[in-house]
């Protein structure tokens, strides 16, 4: 048997419809917020990943699906290609492409697969979906304004509080400027020389290729060494400073809730001051249901202009698990289920279910070749409201027999009345698939 490759799965109903849900809140959140959507290609050149998300980082030099092109045309030939595994190094080029900043500031969303080739294990996988944002524009436009940082928190917290989700965490840090990390990155190379030797395999490669990159180390023995290594907030020049204080003060007056963390450092090259992660505690190990932060000279070292701007990805797997309960309960189910019952029925009744549909009600179509009890059964086991039974009798009266499956409760109902019918009675009552907290 062929199966799904290790670290992607099939998303079946009923789950889809959370999925759907999720992203159609996402759309309407963001609307109030003037986002608009891009789309850019699932695969891009290595070299943007290479350039952006950073040659030593565990995506680019550990995790990325990567290939030689075979094409005949020279100019694809032997080129190498990546499934991305980040969705902003895309934008970010079609920002630069399409000389996006004519357009002034850009306020771009996006929901699609990623790929990264990591350790499967639980809210983990090699294809994953991210809904994402970006705001990125020219300096003047204010796209370096701390006033976008904190627009951009707040309609997280928004978004993740309509979503019904609660307990989650704002956890930010700034990560100063490329001189900030430089300086920052010095004073750690030093103080690790002398420790290094006492920590795992992974922080003594990181202690020579990338020493912030310490800070994502996970293994308990090392957590004690890596609590007496300096920090970037002691790093940061005046404007960094000041700007990480506006972004928290804007914060403060709108009502959300942060958590300063000042070993966050974030696991791709690309990010200058604000950097954040929203955790959730249901998660388990993998706990961070997104992360994001600013990219002030990402456009530059592409080769664009200067394009300050600021962004997130949420995981879009981690979050439909982070939904409560009350997500769950509810499965899309079909309002009528029409149960033909004799030779020559399909066609009436297929007249009928046209008929219901262009009203919007959710028809299921029976066969002439069942007996009424197995149409009725079917129906209630897909748990359907009604069920419409179209025999002989009824085509020529030109009345149909309604039957409430939860009630038992039978009448007949005209062929102009049904659709009335059926939408009172279950319209007014589909239920919300997750709470509002508007
Ligand atoms: P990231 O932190 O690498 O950032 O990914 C963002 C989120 O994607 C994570 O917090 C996590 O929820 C989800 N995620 C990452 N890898 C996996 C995986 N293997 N399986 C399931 N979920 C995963 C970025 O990707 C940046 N592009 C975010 C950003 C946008 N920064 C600025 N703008």
Redesign the pocket.
Known sequence: MIKAVRGTRDLLPPETALWNFVEAKAREVFRAYNFQEIRTPVFEETQLFARSVGEETD?VSKEMYTWEDRGRAQSDKGQSLTLR?????GVVRAYIEHKLWERGLQKLYYIGP?F?R?RPQK????Q?Y?I???VIGPPSAGSESPARDAEVLEMLATFLDRLGITGWTLELNSVGCPNDRALFNEALRKALEPVVAKMCVDCQRRAVTNPLRVFDCKIPEDQPIIDKLPRISQFLNQPCRQHFDEVQAILKATGIPFTLNDRLV???DY?TRTAF?FTHGGLGA?N??????R?DGLSESLGGPQAP???????E???VMSLPQSANAVAPQPDVYIAPLGAGMNREAARLARELRGEDIVTELGDESFRLKKSLETASKMGARFALIVGENEVKAGSFALKNLASGEQTSAPRAELARMIRNSVIASRVQIAPENK
Do not use: H, K
């Open positions: 995506i595994p980040e969705n902003t190094a990623q990264r990591e809210g983990r996988y090699r994953f991210q994402g944002a970006e974030r696991g791709l990010y992660e993998q961070a249901i997104l992360g994001g932060g990219y701007g600021i962004g997130f990805a949420i995981g797997d981690r979050l």
